[in-house]
């Protein structure tokens, strides 16, 4: 379906953070999505995942991750020198803070006139693939979509150890964990860590390995995946469709 795209701003701890939205044109209520890019930010080949994500009938809200310490608008490069900058802004910013604007972010979606409230999901890559998972902590989150999630076996990441492991157990949502089995940040032992934790949870996430290298999914670099992406996409939308009920889309506003 065709989509329309628009900018809000949020106000978080005194720091404004930017949300891109997409979003069905046809008017209705929507499953709503936090939608989070990996570390370089808002940049073409996150925008077009979330562009994509939106004309299946979702409205996509995709924080900027980095807006305490970055100008808002700020797409930092792919490149040698973009990576060092990535991280470093992941290393700085707290726990706490990556919380707060998850929390900010659900509040939202769940007011958003074009979302169903009780339809609220999260998707990420990369250190984005923590970030939903972690934001599926909240009772909120219905799905969570987590891709290549990094530092969720190792409790990296931010300035403080991440819990998200040991918390794991306390998520409610239906959860599809996706990887490549080539992914050097993510390696065979961080995936069982995460999957063992899970199981001794007693939550069965459906969970999905590629012959993919990290970050697979973004079109702009050397590890790009055309078949593996589409693949991966075929069953985020089943998953998303089959966590949401489908009567809600486009029903009128109120």
């Not at 339809?119 to 970030?131: A, D, K, P, S, V």
């Amino acid at each position: 379906m065709q989509i329309q795209r628009h900018d809000v701003g949020l106000t978080v701890d005194d720091s404004l953070m930017r949300l891109y939205v997409a979003e069905p044109a046809a008017a209705g209520q929507y499953p709503g999505i936090l939608f989070y890019s990996d570390i370089y930010q808002l940049g073409g080949p996150i925008l077009r995942l979330a562009d994509r994500l939106a004309g299946y009938g979702y409205v996509v809200a995709a924080p900027e991750i980095f807006h305490r310490l970055e100008p808002i608008g700020t797409v930092i490069e792919p490149n040698d020198v973009g990576r060092l900058r990535g991280n470093d802004a992941a290393r700085r910013t707290a726990i706490a803070h990556y919380d707060a604007d998850a929390t900010a972010g659900l509040d939202w979606l769940q007011t958003y006139a074009a979302v169903a409230p009780e339809q609220i999901g999260t998707l990420g890559f990369c250190i984005g693939g923590h970030l939903a998972c972690r934001a599926a902590l909240n009772s909120k989150v219905s799905a969570a979509v987590c891709c290549y999630p990094t530092g969720i076996h190792s409790g990296k990441l931010g300035r403080d150890r991440a819990d998200t492991l040991e918390r794991l157990g306390d998520i409610s949502a239906r959860l599809l964990l996706i990887f490549g089995d080539q992914d050097p940040h993510v390696p065979a032992e961080g995936r069982d860590t995460i999957l063992k934790t899970l199981s001794t949870a007693g939550l069965e996430p459906k969970t999905l390995v590629y012959s993919a290298n990290h970050t697979f999914m973004r079109d702009d670099g050397y590890r790009y995946d055309p078949a593996a992406t589409d693949a991966a996409w075929a069953e985020i939308v089943a998953f998303l469709q089959s966590s949401f009920d489908p009567a809600v889309a486009r029903r009128p506003h109120s």
